[in-house]
């Protein structure tokens, strides 16, 4: 049985899986506590949590794979776990408190070496998961270009494409310093405004609150109108594969080209895929996509993020998509 950790903004997700009959795999064991920004938070929890999925397997006789599968926030130095500076500030009580940090490191520690960790970018798990979950709803994405886009606390994002072979991913996956424009065509970065963290910081309040009143949707339909907005240049420099990017980690020419022409989306993050939010943002970017490019884009909301992030580091271990021809 193998172990998965997703370690979020706001909590961390965790459960043991087996082997998928069909393309979802079984989660037998599924918890998730609330994740206290800091470092020190961070070692707590994962000792907490190592110590409950053994002792969930004592108690149920069954074996954990040594090796845990984990997604973080966060992005890495290529062929590391040392996190880059800048790309975890949703997890830090600081902005820089994750700068540099070696996550496995980390882990190892607060485990006591008991467990070995393949850890990889959350957006990673969720485009994985979300492939995962489009294909058992009969969703063909065999050998398309699928970007993943996440405004969650953050805005994480992933690219790949699905061959007979398994998953591939291409680029970094940063999208977060994408550049926009605000209603006012103003240049803004884009996890600035388009993230829970960047949403309350304008309006001072969360999309939760929001999602659970219809007084406050009607108060706040021009906020909500510019997520699309937002969510709908997002997808569209994509498939036009040119951007700018605000921050310290530009792209090469191959990376531009390795997204162009992407047509196949997956939304998660907890505005993009939950509540009267998530609905109205879709409409709005594919209406706006197929007035732009005369393209109608493939968007497939994830159903349950926490589950699918499970699901996705999973398959990513086991590299067992079940492939629809």
Not at 98 to 120: E, P, R, S, V, W
Not at 244 to 264: E, G, M
Request: overall charge positive; glycine content about 8%.
């Amino acid at each position: 049985m193998t172990a998965v950790i997703d370690i979020g903004g706001t909590k961390i997700a965790y459960g043991l899986l087996s082997n998928p009959e069909n393309v979802l795999p079984c989660i037998h064991y599924q918890q998730s506590i609330p994740f206290k920004k800091g470092l020190a938070h961070l070692k707590l929890a994962i000792h907490e949590i190592s110590h409950d999925i053994q002792s969930w397997a004592t108690n149920n006789t069954v074996t954990i794979n040594p090796t845990i599968i984990v997604g973080s926030a966060g992005n890495f130095k290529p062929n590391t776990t040392t996190i880059l500076p800048g790309t975890a500030i949703n997890l830090g009580n600081t902005p820089q408190e994750f700068d540099g940090i070696d996550l496995n490191k980390i882990m190892l520690h607060a485990c006591n070496n008991h467990f070995q960790y393949k850890i990889y970018n959350d957006a990673s798990l969720q485009l994985a998961g979300g492939i995962a979950y489009a294909q058992h709803e009969n969703i063909n994405f065999l050998n398309k270009k699928i970007a993943y886009i996440g405004p969650g606390t953050g805005l994480g994002g992933a690219f790949a494409t699905l061959a007979q072979s398994g998953l591939e991913f291409v680029t970094d996956g940063h999208i977060f310093d994408m550049q926009l424009k605000d209603s006012h065509n103003n240049p803004v970065m884009a996890e600035d405004v388009f993230s829970g963290r960047g949403f309350f910081q304008h309006h001072n309040i969360t999309p939760k609150e929001i999602n659970q009143s219809q007084k406050l949707q009607k108060k706040y339909q021009l906020a909500i109108d510019q997520l699309g907005h937002y969510l709908s240049q997002i997808m569209i420099q994509i498939y036009q594969g040119k951007f700018k990017k605000l921050s310290q980690y530009p792209w090469q020419k191959n990376d531009y080209d390795a997204i162009k022409q992407t047509q196949c989306f997956i939304l998660g993050g907890s505005i993009g895929s939950k509540g009267l939010i998530a609905n109205q943002i879709k409409q709005i970017a594919q209406t706006q996509f197929y007035k732009k490019l005369n393209i109608k884009p493939a968007i497939y909301k994830i159903p349950d993020t926490e589950k699918a992030a499970l699901i996705g580091g999973f398959l990513l271990k086991e590299n067992k998509f079940k492939v629809n021809n």
